[in-house]
């Protein structure tokens, strides 16, 4: 509750940060709310989860725009890249994408259709690594791999990455307007767990503990958001 809290504060703050920093040369600005959909829905894990953000656009003439803004989702959730064959996401995250790039747009009266794309940065306050789902993508056939919880570090780092989209806008009156829009996010993260590991061999019964260290196993070992995102949103041109 706490932590959710905290986080509509943040929100709003970067809100009226990028209102102050754009207001002099906006053309337009606006909100939209998404259904994001991770990669990790194909292995039948993970779930679909609410986006919502702000954005606003400069123009740069007639056709091409470039649009900066954030967003706001709880995924879950991110895989591994670098590593093990994923069956389950390994990290949950509170997680705030700050995005920005370029978009082209045509107008075909009071309908445009546009697409662009940019990069995309993504702080998560809050990550939740899901050590059993880790453990589980580690084992091999005929072993089973668990983790001692006591001692435990892991480490998600800041994801860097990029977007790709499309979509359309109607254009309501000469400042309002609706959109309907299609993004695809592609944002890889550092990551690391050191742990002790216990593997039981299932044949033989038996136990054997070492020391995990996911930087000597995996030397390029990451975790990946990949996810779509469908959006309805508004925008008020200046």
């Known amino acids: 509750m706490r932590d959710t809290v905290v986080m509509k504060k943040l929100i709003a703050t970067i809100a009226v940060a990028i209102l102050i920093t754009v207001s002099v040369s906006a053309q337009s600005a606006g909100g939209s709310i998404s259904v994001f959909l991770p990669e990790s829905l194909l292995l039948g894990e993970g779930s679909a989860s609410i986006e919502t953000g702000f954005s606003t656009s400069v123009g740069l003439g007639s056709l091409v725009s470039v649009p900066v803004g954030f ?30 790039g370029l978009r082209a747009s045509l107008d075909f009266g009071r309908v445009s259709v546009f697409a662009g794309a940019g990069g995309v940065l993504n702080w998560m306050p809050v990550a939740r690594v899901l050590l059993h789902n880790v453990a589980t993508d580690l084992a091999d056939d005929g072993t089973v791999v668990a983790f001692d919880p006591e001692g435990v570090e892991t480490k998600v780092g800041l994801g860097l990455g990029w977007y790709a989209e499309t979509g359309t806008a109607f254009r309501v009156t000469e400042q309002i307007a609706l959109t309907l829009r299609g993004r695809l996010y592609v944002i890889l993260s550092d990551f690391s767990l050191n742990a002790t590991m216990f593997t039981v061999d299932t044949n033989t019964n038996t136990a054997v503990s070492s020391q995990f260290e996911s930087a000597e196993r995996y030397e390029a070992l990451r975790v990946v958001l990949r996810a779509l995102s469908i959006s309805l949103g508004g925008s008020f041109s200046f």
């Open 71 to 100: 967003s706001y989702i709880q995924a879950y959730g991110l895989l591994p890249d670098g590593g093990p064959i994923a069956s389950a996401p390994w990290v949950y995250a509170d997680s705030l994408l700050f995005h920005g």
